[in-house]
Every structure is written in structure tokens, then in C-alpha cells.
């Protein structure tokens, strides 16, 4: 079982705020960067969110992330149809030199 | 263009082994750590091991360490995952995957589209 939490799901309706949150401690998030990935549906990850805040170039900006504490959370501004996956919080564990992948969030448009 | 190709994925009988190969290319494969994501059918995404750019340190999740051995061969741009002992709990989709650090992993930034390991 993975020591970061997410809810299983998340919904809203287009156009929405949708806010996925990550939950762990102060020797995994509270120490380390958050990763953020998203996972269409049949398809590889692909990298949402780096080091807390960052988004790599080509994804749009209506993805942000955020951290405090011991906790992360990723925000959806303007929900779209295309949206619709299984989002993954992460972390290396520098204390451990391991990653750690969060159980996952299915989002749904409703 | 980033491009990550796994192959070696098959059907294999408990205990037995099998190597999984990926071929990288479109980037300095040796600037790269690169890791090993595996996801079993209709679950999350589970880490594997990690190699770093010089292939000196290696890492790897609790359930596999002693059994699987993760190494590259940077002249030719190849990482490979010898999985050996093989139990039905490592039936997954394995994935290839590079990150954007030599020696200091975190950022994986890009995903190869994966090969499917089933032990039965």
C-alpha cells in the first residue's frame, strides 16, 4: 500500500474546478518534490507537474499544482472532456532512494 | 523526438525468468537516470528501479530487490530488467521510462508504451 493517499475519485461537470489532493508525511512530501502524472484512459503516463508547481512545456495551463506540508494537490481550472484519466501524485524519496507512486484518482466529466 | 521501445514481454511460468529490453533514442542516453514502472492489470502504477545515467547505483522497490537487476548499456542507448524468481504478482505492464536527471531521479519525463509481462 502506497504512503500517499488519494481519493479514488474526483467528477465535475465542464468547465468545473476539479482539485485532486495527495496526502503523506513530513519524510516523503514534506522532504521531497511532488510529481504529478496523468494517465489517459489505454495509454501511457505522461508527465503533468514537476517539482510542486512546474508544468513541463505543451501542457495546458489550466493544470497547476501546489504543496504544504505534508500534503500536494493538483488543480484543474476549466475541466474538459479530454481530462477524463487516472491522475498519480509521486515523490523519490531521497531518504529511502525510492519512488513513490500515490494510489490514484480517477476523474470523470460529467 | 523523445523514443522509448520496450520489448521481451511474454507469458512465463511462476519461478521462471525473462529479460525485458528498451531502446532509447532521440536523447544523450547517458545524462539520463532511467527507470522501470510496471502496472498490473487494472491497478496503479507501481515503481520498479531506477539505474542512474552512469549505471553505477541502482534502486529498487522492496518486492522485487533480489530478484530483478536493472542495467544499460550506454554505448548502444539500451536498458534492460532481468527479472528472474517470477511470481503471479508481477503480471504487470512494464514501462520504460527516462528522467530528466543524471543522478538525482525524480522527474520522469518521458514513457515508452509499455510490454506485458504475465506470469501464469
Known sequence: ?110 | EVKLVESGGGVVQPGGSLRLSCAASGFTFDASAMHWVRQAPGKGLEWVATITGDGVSSYYVDSVTGRFTVSRDNSKNFLSLQMSSLRTEDTAIYYCARDTYKWNPGTIADWGQGTLVTVS
Open chain 1, 1 to 110: 500500500q502506497s504512503v500517499l493517499t488519494q481519493p479514488p475519485s474526483a467528477s465535475g461537470t465542464p468547465g468545473q474546478r476539479v482539485t485532486i489532493s495527495c496526502s503523506g508525511g513530513t519524510s516523503n512530501i514534506g522532504s521531497d518534490y511532488v510529481y504529478w502524472y496523468q494517465q489517459l484512459p489505454r495509454t501511457a503516463p505522461k508527465l503533468l507537474i514537476y517539482s510542486n508547481t512546474q508544468r513541463p512545456s505543451g501542457v495546458p495551463g489550466r493544470f497547476s499544482g501546489s504543496k504544504s506540508d505534508t500534503s500536494a494537490s493538483l488543480a484543474i481550472d476549466g475541466l474538459q472532456s479530454e481530462d477524463e484519466a487516472d491522475y498519480y501524485c509521486a515523490i523519490w524519496d531521497d531518504s529511502l532512494s525510492k519512488y513513490v507512486f500515490g494510489t490514484g484518482t480517477k476523474v470523470t466529466v460529467l
